[in-house]
């Protein structure tokens, strides 16, 4: 199509839960001899996946999904990998440019608008511009808060977890050790944010390093002055500070 | 339009109620003051008659001078002077009458009754005046806030209208979006099934402009509708939508209103089938027992899922269009048990509709 000769191979990943919508994305990069798909995925797990495996160039990304949309897999995946979206709907336009998506194409497309996406995307790969990973996380996050579910990314496999399962979440440096019964899942996030991120009438932050799901608490027991414990139904101890106490008794 | 000389019934009660007001007056003025029963009877009676026909002057005396706009002092002037002037006019035509019962020799103290009587029948006639203004004033406030009510009723009802035209009206743009998507992906691999596609499309949105114009429709019609919409989105979701339908013969002949399935099976698609990663099937079953009609409609669900908001709006919408048409406000049933989502309507059969 155009002179690609002197152009690096760009490896792309196709996420769409319908058939026909990657057929036709197939289709119209055919065209492109600089253009190899690496992948084709029909739901974001696989996405997740297919990007932790294979480190494509461009992801093109169909947002109504189910279970993982096309937002919950940028999370996911940070901001390793430049991301057009792709979906009939407009109302997430704002959104996908403040989660620094390269470009956002509108149901049905043709070949020059996606053109015009993949030049930007050779652009923005160009510059090698960097997304933070976490500022993308958070971005992407505030505008639905409280969170109704974690999602956790472990290696090739994501975890999503409902707010409601969840025990307590504790403090691990730069990371979270979501307690969920006898699992735990490890989240690369502070637990101050996702204390902002979690519904502030269920989670309440009893210490530094813990944040409780109150629906789990059996009873609180003073050990020595000043100093309390959180007892949980399944009988496990947790430390409350001074003023994580104050909080829980505002809640309770 | 006068409330009272405008209807036959109303005068006649009116009449009789100033018979009654006749006959008080003549033991009040005529009967207890020492004159002879008969006498008072005959004077005062047919004068009460007389009067009541006067009072009805205050009618404009009121709609001239309403209550809510006029000034206290105006009203106070005008009721004043019409009271004074209708009582003088009936005090009058009381002389007049005393004449010509004494000219009949009813009265054989020739007028008595009227001359000892007239400065008090003066002030009764003034004061029945006022009972009288006080009644239409009462009946104008009463006629007002009926008014209102029925505006208010008729407001509703438009508002309703206007809901019931956006309903029907309302096929969700980005289902078109993404079908043109899918006919714009089979136009090169497969023209064939493009056209199919592009036909089915055409079929629905003319379909659902043109049942939204009826008020009823039977069933069958609604599944027809119900098909293609399903039929388009299973090329686009390909296996992951399947679809099982039991209706009764009986069933499909019955009347429903348009559109009644179509956002329930939209929303079957949209936020069950279309949420999960594996898909799966939705149930419909239509069923007539007696006088009525059962629909339901049952789907799969991500518990789990992310729940936008406006969900259970359509719900809502349906279930005030039943109340609506049928008056029976229990008539559709949700619940969500288990991953599986199930909906039930129930609507009363129209008379002569099922087979």
């Known amino acids: 199509m155009m002179s690609s000769e002197d152009r690096p191979l760009l490896r792309v990943i196709v996420v769409d839960d319908e058939a026909l919508a990657r057929a036709l994305l197939r289709e119209l990069l055919g065209a492109y001899q600089d253009i190899e798909i690496i992948a084709e995925c029909g739901n974001g797990f696989e996405a997740v996946k297919a990007v932790t495996e294979k480190k494509p160039d461009l992801l093109l990304l169909d947002i109504q999904m189910p279970k993982l949309d096309g937002f919950d897999v940028l999370e996911l995946i940070g901001g390793e990998v430049p991301v057009i979206f792709v979906t009939a709907y407009d109302q997430y336009a704002i959104k996908a440019f403040q989660v620094h998506a390269v470009d956002y194409l509108l149901k049905p497309f043709g070949a020059e608008r996606l053109a015009e996406a993949l030049g930007r995307a050779r652009t923005r790969i160009g510059t090698r511009e960097v997304v933070p990973a976490k500022a993308l996380v958070s971005e992407a996050r505030a505008a639905r808060a409280p969170l109704e579910r974690i999602l956790i990314r472990d290696r090739t496999d994501v975890h999503v977890i409902p707010a409601a399962k969840i025990d307590y979440l504790e403090s691990q440096d730069d990371y979270v050790s979501v307690k969920v019964g006898e699992k735990q899942f490890l989240k690369e996030q502070t637990l101050s944010e996702l204390e902002q991120l979690l519904d502030p009438a269920r989670f309440v932050r009893i210490h530094r390093r813990y944040l409780l799901n109150v629906a789990r608490l059996a009873r609180i027991e003073q050990a020595v002055t000043d100093s309390r414990v959180a007892i949980l139904q399944d009988g496990t101890e947790l430390p409350i500070s001074r003023s994580g106490y104050t909080k829980l008794r505002e809640i309770l | 339009?006068?409330?009272?000389?405008?209807?036959?019934?109303?005068?006649?009660?009116?009449?009789?109620?100033?018979?009654?007001?006749?006959?008080?007056?003549?033991?009040?003025?005529?009967?207890?003051?020492?004159?002879?029963?008969?006498?008072?009877?005959?004077?005062?009676?047919?004068?009460?008659?007389?009067?009541?026909?006067?009072?009805?002057?205050?009618?404009?005396?009121?709609?001239?001078?309403?209550?809510?706009?006029?000034?206290?002092?105006?009203v106070a002037v005008a009721q004043v002077f019409a009271a004074i002037f209708a009582s003088a006019l009936w005090v009058a035509a009381a002389g007049a009458w005393a004449r010509v019962l004494a000219a009949a020799g009813v009265d054989a103290a020739g007028g008595t009754l009227y001359d000892t009587q007239r400065p008090l029948l003066f002030v009764v006639g003034a004061l029945l005046f006022w009972l009288v203004s006080v009644f239409f004033y009462l009946l104008i406030a009463f006629d007002a806030s009926k008014d209102a009510e029925r505006a208010n009723v008729e407001l509703t009802l438009l508002a309703r209208e206007a809901e019931l035209k956006a309903l029907r009206a309302q096929i969700d743009p980005h289902f078109i979006f993404n079908s043109l998507h899918s006919i714009s992906a089979l136009t090169a691999t497969n023209p064939e099934a493009a056209r199919r596609m592009c036909l089915l499309l055409a079929d629905f949105l003319r379909e659902t402009l043109r049942l939204g114009g009826n008020q009823q429709i039977p069933l069958e019609e609604e599944l027809a509708l119900a098909d293609r919409y399903l039929a388009i989105e299973q090329v686009r979701l390909g296996e992951r939508l399947n679809i099982v339908r039991e209706t009764d013969s009986g069933a499909v002949t019955c009347l429903v209103p348009p559109l009644l399935l179509?956002?329930?099976?939209?929303?079957?698609?949209?936020?069950?089938?279309?949420?999960?990663?594996?898909?799966?099937?939705?149930?419909?079953?239509?069923?007539?027992?007696?006088?009525?009609?059962?629909?339901?409609?049952?789907?799969?669900?991500?518990?789990?899922?992310?729940?936008?908001?406006?969900?259970?709006?359509?719900?809502?919408?349906?279930?005030r269009r039943l109340t609506n048409q049928y008056g029976a406000a229990d008539s559709v049933y949700a619940q969500e048990r288990d991953g599986q989502f199930r909906v039930e309507v129930r609507i009363p059969v129209a008379a002569g509709a099922s087979a």
């Open chain 2, 1 to 74: 339009m006068h409330p009272i000389l405008g209807s036959v019934r109303r005068l006649a009660i009116y009449l009789l109620a100033w018979m009654l007001i006749g006959l008080l007056l003549s033991v009040g003025l005529g009967f207890s003051r020492g004159g002879d029963w008969l006498t008072a009877v005959l004077f005062f009676v047919p004068l009460g008659v007389v009067y009541a026909l006067i009072t009805q002057s205050a009618w404009y005396v009121c709609r001239i001078f309403p209550l809510v706009r006029s000034r206290a002092w105006q």
């Open chain 2, 262 to 319: 179509q956002p329930l099976v939209e929303n079957a698609v949209k936020h069950g089938i279309a949420q999960l990663v594996e898909g799966g099937t939705i149930r419909m079953t239509a069923t007539c027992a007696g006088s009525t009609l059962t629909i339901t409609l049952e789907n799969p669900c991500d518990p789990d899922r992310q729940r936008p908001r406006g969900v259970g709006l359509g719900l809502e919408v349906l279930r």
